[in-house]
């Protein structure tokens, strides 16, 4: 679906429209112009919302809407997405990331409605953008579980990943989680990207417990992105991975010695086996 023109009604159908997060004055402009066309706009909160189109000099009729809305919220914007250009943002960046939305769309879709999706600012990509770890693979985590054990349980299953880990956190939960980091990923480069795009913005990267020591000296305020490096870099984990494999394939089969270096550095164990084998052949 595209708006054609920037004149005149919207064709019918879902338009998600990422928002700033935080500064205002990251709205695309193609955002303004589909805020202003649009007939209704679906929201998270009508409060926050209701400033994004203060700023931008609009009144539109807003629909509060989130993933645990009833059926019967959801059917109504579907059923209005037929003749009406339905907008939906959350309060802020993209919707649907880590915010409600997904259900909407996924129902819209499957009754053939027409979707687009409006690309801005988004807090995982502007943290991973700043933090300077590795961005050629990365990994989007949402919300780490509240609970010590599913905590440390989550990031020991994606802490063999071979890609950078992104967390969306909040301050009072940092230094526990910065712990629970240290305790399960030992030796990772962390980053805490706060308040991006704000008056206090601020990324630090060390090791978990130098940050540890410096956000319990200086405690966090503000939204959070949690960056984690991946488990080593390309060019040495080739070079170790053959010392690795040779050291355990003294005590191990080809197989259980690449399931073992797979878990200990993150490469992938079909990859390590054919090097096991072909190190084994020499
Ligand atoms: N959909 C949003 C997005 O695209 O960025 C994220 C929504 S999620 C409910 C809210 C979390 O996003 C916050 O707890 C924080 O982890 C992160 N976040 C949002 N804005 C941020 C900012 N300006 N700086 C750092 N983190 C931010």
Do not use: W
Not at 223 to 232: G, H, M, N, Q, S
């Amino acid at each position: 679906m595209s708006e054609e023109t920037s004149e005149g009604p919207l064709a019918p159908g879902l338009y998600i429209v990422a928002t700033p997060i935080g500064n205002l004055g990251d709205i695309t402009m193609r955002a303004a112009d589909i805020l202003a066309r649009c007939d209704v706009i679906a929201c998270e909160d009508t409060r926050v919302t209701a400033k994004l189109l203060k700023h931008l000099g609009l009144h539109k009729p807003m629909r509060r809407y989130d993933d645990h809305s009833g059926g019967r919220d959801r059917e109504q914007l579907l059923q209005a997405m037929e003749h009406q250009a339905v907008a939906l943002v959350s309060d802020a960046g993209t919707p649907l990331i880590s915010d409600p939305g997904y259900r909407l769309v996924h129902h819209a879709r499957e009754r053939g409605l027409a979707i687009t999706s409006l690309p801005g600012a988004c807090s995982a990509i502007v943290g991973l953008t700043l933090s300077g770890l590795p961005n050629d693979r990365f990994l989007f985590g949402g919300f780490l579980p509240n609970k010590e054990k599913a905590r440390a349980d989550t990031l020991s299953g994606l802490g063999s990943v071979p890609a950078t880990l992104i967390f969306y956190e909040t301050a009072p939960r940092l230094i526990k989680v910065l712990e629970a980091i240290g305790d399960v990923l030992p030796g990772r480069e962390v980053s805490v990207a706060r308040e991006l795009t704000k008056r206090f913005e601020e990324c630090r990267t060390g090791a978990a417990a130098e940050l540890i020591d410096y956000y319990t000296a200086h405690p966090a305020k503000g939204e959070i992105v949690l960056l984690i490096a991946p488990p080593a870099d390309g060019p040495r984990e080739e070079v170790d991975a053959d010392a690795l494999l040779m050291e355990a394939m003294e005590h191990e089969k080809p197989s259980q010695a690449a399931a073992q270096v797979a878990k200990a550095t993150g490469l992938e164990r079909k990859a390590l086996y054919a090097r096991a084998m072909e190190l084994k052949a020499r």
